[in-house]
């Protein structure tokens, strides 16, 4: 299961950084709604094929029906109530045709939040900046093997080691001399994990926290092959800064924007494609 779970990570990352590759050298809200267009229509494509389209149509039609009559007839009461009734009826139908192909758009969209937040929740570490490196113990008792940090050259470690036993931690600050991909290595004993450390680029893929090889953690957080279950080290994680995406002006959370814009995308779609939603 783990090995499938790493092929899967890996073919996924591979795919989302060819498809956004043509955009790490402009602004990443390009790349945001290039991404939110493909989901829309891939959503749209996917209700089409799993969802009863006839009987769909068939209900969306009665209930504009019904709304036009409750217009014709607003003066009549006892019509209108009726009228409301059979919306009211019709709306549950449609929600109840819909529930299964909803459910299984969560899984194809879940995937792409995940990779999507390797993109677009962090940027890159800029040269002269710094960050808080924290690794994450198994055992309080490793942190008594005394783990230390080794750094690249390009990145010079600032602090000694800061414990937090309670929390199985221990941090340094670091700080970046120059532009580039490095490997951190956490030291405790003889057991050595690296982290990766981006500094320079605008914005791409960075991978905030390396995790351990539980099913879930390798699911969320695949920017990097899972730390081995016999290590002393369960996780290291780099504080980077969040990246920004403005529209007019605005900061926007890049979730917020992926769901308006999807949508958005995927009503715009819907009659191009010819699926009834």
């Not at 809200?29 to 229509?41: C, D, E, K, P, Y």
């Not at 490793?142 to 941090?171: M, Y």
Request: glycine share 8%; hydrophobic share 50%; net charge positive.
């Amino acid at each position: 299961m783990i090995f499938a779970i790493g092929l899967l990570n890996g073919i996924l990352t591979k795919v989302f950084e060819m498809v956004l590759w043509p955009f790490y050298s402009v602004d990443p809200i390009w790349g945001m709604i290039f991404i939110s267009l493909l989901t829309g229509a891939i959503m749209v494509w996917i209700f089409g094929k799993v969802s009863n389209q006839d009987r769909v149509r068939e209900i969306r039609n009665r209930i504009r029906g019904n709304l036009i009559a409750v217009r014709l007839f607003q003066y009549d009461l006892g019509v209108v109530f009726s009228l409301q009734g059979r919306i009211l009826r019709d709306t549950l139908t449609y929600m109840q045709y819909s529930l299964v192909p909803m459910l299984i758009l969560i899984v194809p969209v879940t995937f792409i939040i995940i990779q999507l937040n390797l993109h677009f929740s962090v940027r890159p570490m800029k040269v002269g900046e710094r960050a808080i490196v924290t690794a994450t113990m198994r055992d309080p008792a490793a942190l008594k093997r005394n783990p230390v940090i080794e750094a690249p050259e390009g990145i010079r470690v600032e602090t000694p080691g800061v414990r937090v036993e309670s929390a199985r931690e221990i941090s340094w600050r670091i700080i970046c001399g120059r532009d580039g991909k490095y490997p951190l290595r956490v030291r405790v004993g003889d057991e050595v994990v690296e982290k990766d450390i981006r500094v320079g680029l605008d914005w791409g893929r960075v991978s905030e926290i390396r995790v351990g090889s539980s099913i879930l953690d390798m699911l969320l957080y695949p920017g990097e092959p899972p730390i081995p279950a016999s290590s002393p080290v369960e996780s290291i994680r780099v504080k980077y800064r969040p990246l920004e995406l403005a529209v007019f002006g605005w900061h926007i959370h890049w979730l917020v924007l992926f769901f308006v814009l999807s949508i958005v995308f995927g009503f715009a779609l819907k009659g191009v494609m010819g699926v009834e939603v």
